[in-house]
């Protein structure tokens, strides 16, 4: 049974940067499809970003695309998310994933589930 920890959320000012990791636990991280989704207040849970599992192929959504970058290290079980030039908008409590696919992780319908990360971007 695979494990999902995140950590590095907190509160940060527009403009600042953040990153968040994903300790993962109890599976083949280095087989696994990994990503990002977020969920704000009152809204559908998005995809943020993902990553194949020998990290060539990355995916962002368009609203993080040259401001957020998805990158993982195998030899420690661990995916980052590096955020620059947070912006309000970007509020929200953030997941990570894993499964045996990319399009499983795009797509939402991910095996594993991390329970979440706040990250606030203060104006």
């Known amino acids: 049974q695979v494990q999902l920890v995140e950590s590095g959320g907190g509160l940060v000012q527009a403009g600042g940067s953040l990153r968040l990791s994903c300790a993962a636990s109890g599976g083949t991280f280095g087989r696994s499809a990994m990503g990002w989704f977020r969920q704000a207040p009152g809204k559908d849970r998005e995809f943020v970003a993902a990553i194949s599992w020998g990290g060539r192929s990355t995916y962002y959504a368009e609203s993080v695309k040259g401001r957020f970058t998805i990158s993982r290290d195998n030899a420690k079980d661990t995916m980052y998310l590096q955020m620059n030039s947070l912006k309000p908008e970007d509020t929200a409590v953030y997941y990570c994933?894993?499964?045996?696919?990319?399009?499983?992780?795009?797509?939402?319908?991910?095996?594993?589930w991390g329970q979440g990360t706040q990250v606030t971007v203060s104006s």
């Open positions: 994933t894993a499964s045996s696919s990319l399009a499983e992780v795009k797509g939402e319908a991910s095996n594993y």
